[in-house]
């Protein structure tokens, strides 16, 4: 099971850090990823990282601005988003998987509800 937390309103410039607690197994079992869907739009990649905490993957559009990050001690996974933008206005999901290519939906078994970000201009 996955649960977010951390998604509200933000100006644009400002920051954000949401959290993706685990259960169910520990933390380095899975590829973790962070994903984003803004209304009237599929659902894209943001950022992943691998099991090891050792590989991360970033899209175009949050490089430099987003990191994701590990506490394997608290189970939990972290995307600290900076600089933000209109355009990151979306409901962000975390997602956990076994293997695959990191940027691909159907790489992820567990995805979360989802919270909300939105950045007012």
């Known amino acids: 099971q996955l649960v977010e937390s951390g998604g509200g309103l933000v100006q644009t410039g400002g920051s954000l850090r949401l959290s993706c607690a685990v259960s169910?197994?520990?933390?380095?079992?899975?590829?973790m990823a962070w994903f984003r869907q803004a209304p009237g739009k599929v659902r894209e990649f943001v950022v992943s990282?691998?099991?090891?905490?050792?590989?991360?993957y970033s899209a175009d559009s949050v490089k430099g601005r987003f990191t994701i990050a590990r506490d394997n001690a608290k189970n939990s996974v972290y995307l600290q988003m900076n600089s933000l933008k209109p355009e990151d206005t979306a409901v962000y999901y975390c997602?956990?998987?076994?293997?695959?290519?990191?940027?691909?939906?159907?790489?992820?078994?567990?995805w979360g509800q989802g919270t909300l970000v939105t950045v007012s201009s």
């Open positions: 990282d691998s099991r090891g905490g050792d590989s991360t």
């Open positions: 169910g197994r520990t933390l380095d079992t899975y590829i």
């Open positions: 997602a956990a998987g076994f293997a695959g290519a990191p940027q691909a939906r159907p790489t992820y078994a567990y």
